[in-house]
């Protein structure tokens, strides 16, 4: 492990970055800066901010306890809650990102769980559950594939590949790639699209629609490094230290996400759920 990747914490960054930690973070950074160059100490205050940003920008807060206090603070500040991204009761993401390939509405854990053991996708026992040899390396093999296409080549695989999907286009939202399936408008990560399109294919020989698409989406609960940048997925939460997720009457959900991308690569149900 990296110094970097050590320091990193993907619970307050990325897209779960806690903006009042970061601005309270930076403020202090800045005051310390200040007072050192007011002390004639010009280079220890430039070390001090250097310093100070990049682990601020790394793990989210440099002050330890940060988010126990940080977003109460912000809080009472005569500041509009609409900077940090979401008001006091509200949060609505531009982008629904637990879309999938497949209507997963009546998806039953359990239920796919005996399926893929049945049909030699998955082995598990009472503590793990583990892909089988063969599913893992097809797998993989068709992501490196699918990630060396280009954005309209891999709209294009799409379009042939899944019986639903009559039209995918690709398109570019703050930097990240996004692909925009048929009619409905419904948002696909590039994350998501190569995994669970290279997941369909290789589950091919094992099991047929709708499970075959419900199949795909589980494999992703195994990805372990991004198939778009190759950086680690990293379990986190839906809540940021703000408590900021889409309903606050039901408990944020456990992710797993790419720190890199900041794009999310699976959602656990909540236990009561059937996703």
């Known amino acids: 492990m990296t110094l970097l990747e050590w320091l990193r ?13 970061t601005v309270v973070n930076a403020v202090l950074v800045g005051a310390v800066a200040v007072w050192l160059h007011r002390r004639e100490r010009s280079l220890a205050g ?32 005569p500041i509009p809650a ?11 993401p531009a982008i629904d990102e637990s879309a999938s390939l497949g209507d997963i509405a009546d ?18 026992d009472e503590e793990t559950v583990e ?28 379009e042939r590949t899944i019986p639903h ?6 398109l570019e939202v703050d ?13 696909l990560s590039q994350l998501v699209a190569i995994a669970e399109l290279a997941g369909y294919r290789a589950l091919e020989p094992s099991l047929e629609d709708p499970l075959r698409l419900a199949g795909a989406r589980t494999l992703r609960m195994f990805l372990d490094t991004c198939p778009v940048c190759g950086a680690e997925i990293v379990p986190s939460t839906e809540a940021n230290c703000c408590g900021a997720y889409a309903d606050p009457r039901d408990p944020p959900k456990d992710i797993l996400v790419c720190p890199d991308c900041e794009q999310r690569a699976f959602e656990f149900p909540a236990e009561d759920d059937a996703v």
């Open 9 to 21: 914490e993907p619970a307050y960054t990325g897209e779960n970055r806690c903006w009042p930690c």
């Open 46 to 77: 430039l070390a001090a901010a250097a310093i100070g940003a990049g682990l601020v920008y790394v793990r989210g807060y440099l002050v330890p306890y940060t988010p126990t206090f940080a977003p109460r603070l912000v809080a009472v500040a």
């Open 82 to 92: 609409s900077l940090f991204g979401h008001e006091p009761d509200q949060y609505e």
């Open 107 to 124: 998806y039953d854990g359990e239920a796919m769980l005996e399926e893929l053991v049945a049909a030699d996708v998955v082995t598990a």
């Open 131 to 158: 892909l089988t040899d063969a599913i893992d390396s097809g797998w993989h093999e068709e992501m490196d594939r699918l990630a060396a296409l280009s954005t309209d080549g891999l709209a294009t695989e799409i």
């Open 165 to 170: 999907v009559d039209n995918a286009e690709p």
């Open 175 to 187: 930097g990240e790639t996004w692909f925009v399936l048929g009619d409905n408008d419904a948002f």
